[in-house]
């Protein structure tokens, strides 16, 4: 049975624009179009395909998708399973903006003061992540992929920690590498490694000296920090802003020293750490400041 196009529009609930639309892109062509007057006649039994194209495209696939699904059905089911889970991620990535947006919207992130204790950490450099160069754009990195990978680091470290009776003794974070000389040199570098992981531990010397054998092991001093934790994933902008923020809140004889800031991996938003150092340290030698910032547990 032959229907106009207007017929088969109530029937499928599609337009008559979007049946047009669906026959230029190949997803649903007319039983037959007549030469003279260019009607368009469809049979009610194309009401099926209409009915999943129409339950395709509502669920968000793309024509592009939905055609290759109706072309190849055996791989129509993957398809679906690949869109169902782009659309979770898209979900959660929203629901976490809006979640931040609100907290934003009524209560800006305070900044807290610490006194933050010397802490034995394990440090490693995280693998490089390459940086994103467009032209007429600034060179950026991927922030969520930076904070990924200093994570991934940050477990290879619980692990050796764990593996050698060591206690964790705190969150993870990673930080800019710029302890030496050579470290400053290659942050400058393509290949860097341009950031350091650091994970608190408690271990006896015994097995310090041993994982001192397997990974580097520091102490950093005790000091004066600013910090404030904003939720939702890592960005550049979240960055810059808490940046500007501590650094306009350095106390009086203080300043923010933003090129040793922490940036700490909880899992449901980014805390940045700075120490705040005394401004007649701003003259003080890059190489005594760097003795007096952290010390290497001595290899033995």
Do not use: C
């Not at 007549?34 to 999943?52: K, M, N, P």
């Amino acid at each position: 049975m032959s229907l106009f196009i207007k017929d088969f529009s109530e029937i499928s609930d599609l337009s008559p624009q979007t049946l047009r639309f669906y026959h230029s892109e190949g997803l649903l062509v007319p039983a037959t179009v007549d030469e003279e007057t260019g009607y368009r006649y469809y049979e009610v039994d194309q009401i099926q395909r209409a009915l999943l194209i129409m339950e395709l495209r509502e669920a968000g696939m793309s024509v592009k998708d939905v055609r290759q699904a109706l072309d190849a059905p055996d791989t129509a089911v993957e398809l679906l399973r690949v869109h169902t889970e782009t659309l979770h991620r898209r979900r959660t990535t929203e629901d976490e903006a809006m979640r931040t947006a609100h907290e934003l919207l009524t209560s800006w992130p305070e900044v807290e003061h610490t006194e933050r204790p010397e802490t034995t950490v394990l440090s490693a450099f995280a693998p490089t992540v390459a940086v994103d160069q467009r032209a007429g754009r600034p060179d950026r990195y991927d922030w969520g992929e930076v904070a990924a990978v200093a994570a991934k680091t940050a477990d290879e470290l619980r692990t050796l920690a764990e593996e050698h009776g060591a206690t964790v003794a705190g969150t993870p974070w990673f930080t800019a590498a710029l302890e030496t000389d050579e470290q400053k040199k290659n942050s400058l570098t393509l290949e860097g490694p341009h950031w350091s992981v650091k994970l608190p531990i408690s271990a006896s010397p015994g097995v310090l000296t041993a994982l001192n054998k397997r990974v580097d092991v520091q102490t950093i001093v005790a000091r004066k920090e600013l910090s404030v934790f904003v939720s939702g994933r890592h960005s550049a902008a979240k960055y810059m802003a808490t940046a500007l923020q501590l650094v306009d809140r350095a106390p009086e004889g203080y300043f923010a020293s933003s090129a040793e800031s922490r940036h700490l991996l909880h899992g449901d938003g980014i805390e940045t750490a700075v120490p705040l150092r005394l401004l007649d340290e701003v003259e003080i030698d890059d190489e005594e400041e760097e003795g007096d910032e952290s010390r290497a547990f001595p290899r033995r």
